[in-house]
Structures are given as C-alpha cells and as structure tokens.
C-alpha cells in the first residue's frame, strides 16, 4: 500500500492536525494515516484516524476503506479485539466497523457512491 501508519499521544491529536501537505509527500509512496486510540470508547469507536494522501492528489481522504484495512489489525493486536469501530475523524467524518477474520479485514458501515464503473480486462 505504500502508506506511513503513524499513532500519535491521544484523540485530540490527531483531531488538531494541520498538516503540510507538500511535506507529507516526501514520507511515503501514498501517505501518511495517523491514528490514536479513542479517548472515550464508551461514545462508539475505539481509534480515531485522519488520512492524508497528497502523493494521489487527495490532501485528505474524509473515510478511507483501505486505511482501515491496516488500522484494524493495528488496533485489534493493542486492545485485544477482532471487532472494532473506528472513527475517520476528518471534516466529513465517518464510522467503519471493522474485523478480522483470519488474513481477511471486513469493513461495515454506510458509504456513498460517488462513481461506478466497470473495468474491461
């Protein structure tokens, strides 16, 4: 995937983030997702995360599936868990519920369709 996880002190961390995006570019092949564990886990979601991935023309993605593929099984070695909920705490915002099932991560939640296609082999 090619992207820099990085977990950060608390919630509110990465909450506050303002990052330099033409800096962010030179740390990883896509991006960067920060991520912290979820201050009050009782609200709903166990981690939060931000995405930022400028190397693809996108300075920060509002709810990123594939990022969740690699938080979850990152939060679920700390906390003990295969099922988890995280939190994309960006301007849109979005919840992902996530386990793990053997090598496989299953994502649950509700999306939005902003493109279909079909690809041609």
């Known amino acids: 995937m090619g992207d820099l996880l990085v977990e950060l002190a608390d919630e509110n961390t990465v909450r506050a983030l303002r990052p330099d995006h033409r800096a962010l570019r030179a740390h990883s092949a896509r991006g960067v997702i920060a991520t912290a564990r979820a201050e009050r886990p009782g609200l709903g ?6 995405c930022f991935f400028p190397n693809v023309g996108i300075d920060e993605d509002p709810v990123t599936g594939s990022a969740h593929t690699a938080l979850a099984p990152y939060w679920s070695e700390r906390l003990g868990r295969a099922e988890l909920t995280g939190l994309q705490a960006s301007p849109r915002s979005g919840h992902v519920r996530t386990e793990l099932r053997g090598p ?8 939005v369709t902003v493109i279909e296609g079909d690809l041609l082999a």
């Open 104 to 111: 496989r991560t299953l994502l649950r939640g509700r999306a």
């Open 45 to 50: 979601h166990d981690f939060v995360s931000r």
